[in-house]
């Protein structure tokens, strides 16, 4: 199949609690544009738990995502014997989610006799910029969110390589974690950031972990540690206590980050030469402060940051859709054996830099 073929594709999205369905174009020239994109979030069925359970989400993918679909086709005003390929993320994620949207995806490919696209969900994250802006390859991903904290050079369609990662907990899990130990509510993140706004970041001397090492991985379970000790140390927390502990976590988090990604730019020129962009996607790039800091990062290497739109950061499925539409166009086609995984490493077929560790194979 050619790659200046005009296409129609249906996304799907379920690996974790966005049960979403998107229909986009993709023109003869490659450009791309959405032609609707329906989300639900299932952040009121898990609040109760402080966090994502896995047998909620998967149920509260059954009970919606039909109607999703019904309604990502309607609002496109696209018919499904119109679609090119129907995509769905088949990895990584939590297992019983990702098994309800790529067995939908796959009854609707057999029933309309079209192609199936079974997409990584990391690669969809790593593809959204060539949907929004047409960025041409090769750039460098910085992708944070709730499961995954990684550097990767992306080289082409299905060509990555992982330039570092985190050898514990991902940046969006450290961020909920300290936000459920400091009694804010789920999901932490954006509680974080907001407490940060009104904290004193010098009043503790939290570890900037992993800097100066000369590979691009990152750690934040030391980090989120010193951030318990200090608040067992003071026993009941007032507000000005939650706030200067928020404020000093994210200030370590911003410089260890910057330092890290300082690193996997510099590896990235190394290895590949100057990235066109350096791009964040992931909800924690939402976070207005670590934007800040990944703005000064990208002018210190010359080089222009892009980040998505923030409904295009976190989990969607446009950005399904169009990774499918981008495998499409090279003849990436699978078959109806393709598997569910909770674990898929993006960089799986790639050769890794000098210094690059595998300490997370499945993510």
């Keep these: 199949m050619a790659s200046d073929k005009w296409m129609l594709v249906l996304g799907i999205e379920t690996t974790c609690d966005e049960t979403a369905a998107a229909v986009i174009e993709r023109r003869a020239d490659g450009s791309g544009r959405i032609l609707s994109n329906v989300v639900r979030s299932q952040i009121e069925e898990h609040v109760p738990f402080g966090g994502v359970v896995p047998e909620i989400a998967a149920r509260a993918h059954v009970d919606a995502l039909d109607g999703i679909i019904a ?29 309800v949207g790529l067995t939908t995806a796959k009854a609707i490919a057999m029933v309309h006799n079209t192609p199936l696209i079974a997409v ?19 750039y460098c991903l910085f992708l ?74 990152f750690s934040l379970s030391g980090l989120k540690t010193a ?73 210190k290497a010359e080089t222009t940051l892009m980040i998505p739109p923030p409904a295009l950061c976190t989990d969607n499925g446009a950005m399904i859709a169009w990774a499918g539409a981008e495998r499409l166009a090279l003849n990436m086609i699978d078959n109806m054996e393709a598997p569910p995984r909770a674990r898929w490493r993006l960089d799986e077929n790639a050769g890794a830099p000098p210094g690059f560790a595998n300490t997370r194979a499945g993510f």
């Design 227 to 299: 951030v318990r000790n200090e608040a067992s140390r003071l026993g009941t927390l007032e507000p000005q206590d939650v706030s200067d502990l928020c404020a000093g976590f994210q200030a370590a988090v911003l410089e260890s980050t910057a330092d890290r990604l300082g690193v996997g730019l510099r590896l990235f020129h190394e290895q590949f030469g100057p990235p066109r962009a350096l791009v964040a996607a992931g909800g924690v790039a939402a976070n207005q402060a670590i934007r800040g800091a990944l703005q000064n990062v990208a002018a």
């Design 120 to 138: 990584n969900h990391l690669e969809a994250h790593a593809l959204t910029p060539r949907l929004t802006c047409a960025l041409a390859f090769p």
């Design 71 to 99: 309604t990502a086709m309607k609002e496109s005003a696209i018919r499904f014997p119109q679609l090119s390929a129907v995509a769905a993320a088949a990895g990584p994620g939590l297992i019983g989610g990702v098994i």
């Design 144 to 217: 944070a969110s709730g499961g995954h904290t990684q550097i990767v050079a992306v080289l082409g369609v299905g060509e990555y390589v992982r330039l570092g990662t985190t050898v514990d907990d991902a940046m969006g899990e450290a961020f909920d974690k300290v936000a459920k130990m400091l009694g804010l509510p789920y999901p932490g993140g954006p509680q974080v950031e907001r407490a940060a706004l009104g904290g004193d970041p010098k009043r503790f001397a939290f570890p900037r972990p992993m800097l100066g090492r000369p590979d691009a991985n």
